[in-house]
């Protein structure tokens, strides 16, 4: 009797015939190509044929049923204690605000209520909540009654200003006026400090890692918040009210002061910055500086993308801070605590929600996965494990899978919709319905 042993050659061709490799390579292309540059072709190939090509897509669907969809699946957590802040801040401003009217106010509400349903839109307007509770609270603290606000202190900076310096340093460096120095101050004060945070977010969106411009626009809006209510609840006097009125007592009916943007105004031969800061929300809001906090955190969250840029990022502070001090809107320590806030609100992020960057990816398409941790600093959260299906949630702060691991997995299609805009997802897309 014959028997078939099971390595015959057509044994073995049916049992091997099922396995199919997905690329027709040779066995000998392994050891043609080096490791480090298969590894890279497989990335690419997966990004474009994988659902990780979700990863750095945007959301295109109109349907509010697919939000609706996502918030049920929703896994509540004390991170969502910030949207309650966000929402008795905004109430708080709408109801104390004459401005505009009932019914423009009721327009907005619902527009921007429509614009988190939507998810083409929630994509970009949940992120930007913070920044716009932050514009809208700091213009209606010109309405809030002097009699609701606690006293105003005068001779607080300066006398820190002396302990830690002891000079005054802005009246030093404001001793000197020209006309050049007024163009080399009001450039970046009055003009390149208001553009820079968009033009941060684009970089940042076009050119870091997904999910970095959206938690840059939280982290940025929610340390402006902070410092606006800092300053609500500690006024205190700037440079330009001790030229003034030296260390007499202050009262909110005094008007605020351009110092010296005015001399900037008759250089342009029209009134641009004396009408707006005569009538400021918050004359008193010397410190903490948000000039200066915004520079820092601009410049800590470009570094991270742009590491090599860095000087160039760390300049464009010195600068603002000099501006500051030369137009006698802003004491040494002021601008001290605001880089000191927006430090500490970046270090948080990006410790436990800031995508690391891959230095072999150039565009927000190459990426195919994402980690976050920082393990420079002993923050980091595990090495890279292989994707798995993850279930990020944009409302949450951190997803409790995205925390474990470390890593942002390449998303399906039954992963929520959320996950891409919250402060800490990897992604600031959506994966394709």
Not at 84 to 92: E, G, M, N, R, S
Not at 194 to 207: K, Q, R, S, Y
Not at 241 to 257: F, H, I, K, T
Not at 266 to 281: K, N, Y
Request: positive net charge; glycine residues 6%; proline residues 8%.
């Amino acid at each position: 009797m014959r028997t078939t042993s099971p390595f015959s050659s057509r044994n073995a061709q049916a049992i091997f015939s099922k396995s199919k490799l997905p690329f027709s390579w040779s066995p000998s292309l392994p050891v043609l190509i080096p490791h480090r540059i298969r590894r890279k072709l497989r990335s690419r190939i997966r990004s474009r044929q994988s659902p990780s090509s979700s990863l750095s897509s945007l959301q295109t669907s109109f349907s509010p049923a697919d939000t609706l969809r996502t918030l049920r699946a929703h896994r509540w957590s004390f991170y969502d204690g910030q949207y309650l802040i966000l929402i008795i801040l905004a109430t708080f401003s709408l109801s104390i605000t004459p401005f505009p009217g009932p019914f423009i106010k009721t327009a907005v509400v619902t527009l921007l209520l429509t614009s988190l349903i939507l998810p083409i839109t929630r994509q970009f307007f949940l992120p930007f909540l913070p920044i716009g509770t932050w514009l809208f609270f700091f213009y209606a603290c010109g309405f809030i009654p002097g009699d609701w606000r606690p006293p105003i202190w005068v001779r607080v900076l300066p006398a820190l200003e002396n302990i830690f310096y002891g000079a005054n340093i802005s009246n030093i460096l404001s001793a000197h006026k020209n006309t050049l120095l007024d163009v080399l101050a009001g450039l970046p004060y009055g003009f390149i400090h208001f553009g820079a945070p968009a033009f941060c977010t684009l970089c940042l969106f076009f050119f870091s890692p997904p999910g970095t411009a959206p938690l840059f626009a939280r982290s940025f809006g929610y340390m402006n918040l902070i410092g606006v209510t800092i300053q609500l609840l500690f006024p205190c006097s700037p440079p330009w009210y001790e030229n003034l009125y030296g260390l007499a007592p202050a009262n909110y009916s005094m008007p605020g002061s351009p110092a010296g943007l005015a001399r900037v105004d008759l250089i342009l031969g029209f009134d641009m910055f004396t009408s707006r800061f005569t009538a400021s929300p918050m004359v008193f809001g010397a410190f903490p500086s948000l000039h200066s906090g915004s520079a820092t955190i601009e410049a800590l969250f470009m570094s991270h993308a742009f590491p090599r840029l860095q000087t160039l990022f760390i300049a464009y502070t010195l600068w603002i801070w000099w501006a500051t001090m030369y137009l006698s809107h802003h004491y040494a320590v002021d601008l001290v605590g605001g880089s000191l806030l927006s430090g500490i609100i970046f270090y948080i992020a990006k410790a436990k929600f800031l995508p690391r960057v891959q230095k072999d990816k150039k565009w927000r398409w190459d990426y195919d996965f994402t980690e976050t941790g920082d393990t420079e600093y002993g923050y980091a959260l595990a090495d890279f494990q292989p994707a798995v299906p993850t279930d990020g949630d944009e409302w949450t702060v951190g997803s409790s899978s995205s925390l474990s691991t470390g890593t942002s997995s390449p998303i399906d299609e039954a992963q929520s919709l959320w996950e891409g805009e919250t402060l800490a997802s990897q992604s600031d897309t959506e994966p394709q319905r």
